[in-house]
């Protein structure tokens, strides 16, 4: 099994930045897709921004040019840095892992979500 663990949320005020990170452990073969998304009050969870093993990004419209998403392979960490920080980017952000598994297929995992707050 694999667990995720998020950190980097908090407050900010517009215009500021924060980086968040989400570190994959447990029993590891291969990480493939890593992503983030984020879920705000009464809203469907959206697609943030995701980067494959190879390090090629998509991202929301909502977020270019502002969020940069990264990873280390070698940790199996995948992070997002969240500059100009708007009060629409208000929510609870997940990470999301691909796990491919030793002999075929795959799986995927959730972090346990870390809020960020844009406000004055």
């Known amino acids: 099994q694999v667990q995720l663990v998020e950190s980097g949320g908090g407050l900010v005020q517009p215009g500021g930045s924060l980086r968040l990170s989400c570190a994959a452990s447990?029993?590891?073969?291969?990480?493939?897709?890593m992503g983030w998304y984020r879920q705000a009050p009464g809203k469907q969870r959206e697609l943030v921004a995701r980067?494959?093993?190879?390090?090629?990004?998509n991202y929301a419209d909502s977020v270019k040019g502002r969020f940069t998403i990264s990873r280390e392979n070698a940790k199996n960490t995948v992070y997002l840095q969240m500059n100009s920080l708007k009060p629409e980017d208000t929510a609870v952000y997940y990470c999301?892992?691909?796990?491919?598994?030793?002999?075929?297929?795959?799986?995927?995992?959730w972090g346990q979500g870390t809020q960020v707050t844009v406000s004055s």
């Open positions: 999301n892992v691909v796990h491919w598994l030793r002999y075929g297929g795959s799986e995927d995992y």
């Open positions: 447990g029993s590891i073969f291969s990480i493939g897709f």
């Open positions: 980067i494959t093993n190879r390090g090629s990004t």
